[in-house]
């Protein structure tokens, strides 16, 4: 779109570009579509974008891909883009808030691209709800002012680094690949601005508490120019920490990498002992086809020998009917990384199933005396590793902490989102919580009526 067509098109829809805003529109067309090829976009990708405007960028995207979904906050805008696209039926326009637009509802449509001409006032909040892990971006191409990109991938020891420097180093690797002057957009910014690639950081960080480190970074950084020790907990023990992660005593916060943020967290985490998802040698009970305890062995050889065994699932949901979530860690043996009930565990030795349910809230959620209801039985079979399993449910009291050797991520999700989800694409989940979820829904068909999905 011309700047001509585009001023044509601001009055027909009656729209005076506002400062408040941030509306300043990309009228170099060269430009859009060098933007849009970043991507690489491919047939089976869902393309998120972020202020669409009057879809500048948005034309070179729609019949490139499977799905578009457009989050614009301007009414007029909106309904001018839905019009605009009425008759590509791989077009959705929201008419919302991009800081408060509910991400969840992506995870069913991966991989997601991200693309967007942000706008300055709410570019930070905007990254942080799309980007913050769990995310189901997989890229991005994003266009800001250029002090915030280099605010993002400033190193330590510059006046720019800060809490938005840590929060996309620790996850995403952020390079700017294009400057874009005033002229190219019409009403002219003041400043430049930056197209910033963001892809997931190929340098796997050591496993640590992810909101753990986030706090420590905000509470490091909240006066920035004292140090760190005074900052921090009066607790810490701080000559020994620094001591042993080789950090100066009087270390600033803006003196410590991404890495130096990881370690700290870690040494501090206090239910951080070891990196391993799970122990090999603790017993469980071995049971026969009648599921009657006939002994006990290893984790290992039973998991080795296919022997079968007992194990609990648990589905914790909020006051707003929200099942909670797992993403298992990258150290589990058994479905690394993939999406699991709130809690699950072996049956120990000796142990019954309601009593193992207890437990694993507790380990797992730090979740302590919450009344369980049993929702039913799955039989052992291949899709529950040879498990006998008993589903449970509870609500939720108080907050959920889980250790990050054990889960690497949590998140609430409706139970229409985990539907739409599971059946998009069940590679996600473990093959014992997809079995367990269909046992939910046949004791709660009512929990997804027509009502609840529209909620």
Not at 82 to 89: I, L, Q, S, V
Request: with cysteine; net charge negative.
């Amino acid at each position: 779109m011309t700047a001509t067509e585009l001023k044509e098109t601001l009055t027909e829809v009656g729209i005076v570009p506002s400062k408040k805003l941030g509306q300043n529109f990309l009228i170099d067309q060269n430009t859009a579509e060098w933007i849009v090829s970043q991507l690489d976009l491919q047939p089976d990708d869902t393309v998120v974008e972020v202020g669409p405007g009057t879809g500048a960028l948005t034309e070179y995207v729609v019949g490139k891909v499977k799905r578009v979904i457009l989050v614009e906050f301007d009414r007029r805008l909106a309904l001018y883009l839905a019009n605009r696209f009425k008759d590509r039926t791989e077009v959705t326009v929201y008419h919302e808030d991009a800081v408060k637009f509910d991400v969840r509802q992506l995870f069913e449509h991966q991989p997601v691209k991200f693309l967007g001409n942000l706008p300055y006032s709410a570019g930070g909040a905007i990254l942080r709800n799309f980007l913050k892990g769990p995310s189901s971006v997989a890229q991005a191409v994003l266009m800001l002012q250029k002090e915030m990109v280099d605010r993002i991938q400033s190193p330590p020891k510059c006046k720019d680094y800060g809490v938005l420097s840590l929060r996309m180093q620790a996850e995403w690797d952020c390079e700017s690949i294009k400057v874009v002057p005033p002229s190219c957009f019409y009403p002219r910014p003041i400043i430049d601005s930056t197209v910033m690639s963001v892809k997931p950081r190929h340098e796997v960080l050591p496993i640590h508490d992810r909101r753990l480190f986030d706090e420590l970074v905000r509470r490091g950084f909240s006066q920035r120019r004292k140090q760190l020790r005074k900052n921090l907990s009066t607790e810490l023990n701080w000559e020994e920490i620094s001591q042993k992660l080789s950090l100066s005593v009087t270390a600033r916060a803006e003196e410590l990498s991404v890495t130096d943020w990881v370690a700290l967290t870690r040494e501090i985490d206090p239910s951080f002992d070891k990196e391993e998802g799970q122990g090999a040698g603790e017993m469980l009970a071995v049971v026969n086809e009648k599921d009657e305890v006939t002994g006990c062995e290893r984790r290992d050889v039973i998991h080795r020998d296919g022997l079968w065994h007992r194990a609990v699932h648990i589905l914790v949901l909020n006051k707003h009917g929200e099942v909670f979530l797992q993403k298992r860690s990258v150290l589990k043996d058994v479905c690394p990384g993939l999406w699991d009930s709130s809690a699950a565990g072996h049956v120990d030795a000796g142990e019954e199933y309601e009593a193992c349910a207890i437990r694993e809230l507790g380990e797992e959620l730090g979740l302590e005396d919450h009344r369980l209801k049993e929702v039913g039985t799955l039989p052992a079979g291949e899709n529950t590793g040879w498990e006998f399993v008993k589903l449970f449910a509870t609500i939720a009291e108080g907050a959920i902490k889980f250790p990050c050797v054990e889960i690497e991520y949590g998140q609430w999700f409706t139970m229409a989102q985990i539907e739409a989800w599971v059946e998009a694409r069940p590679e996600d989940f473990a093959p014992g919580f997809r079995s367990c979820w269909k046992v939910w829904k046949e004791q709660n068909p009512s929990r997804f009526s027509d009502d609840e999905r529209g909620d």
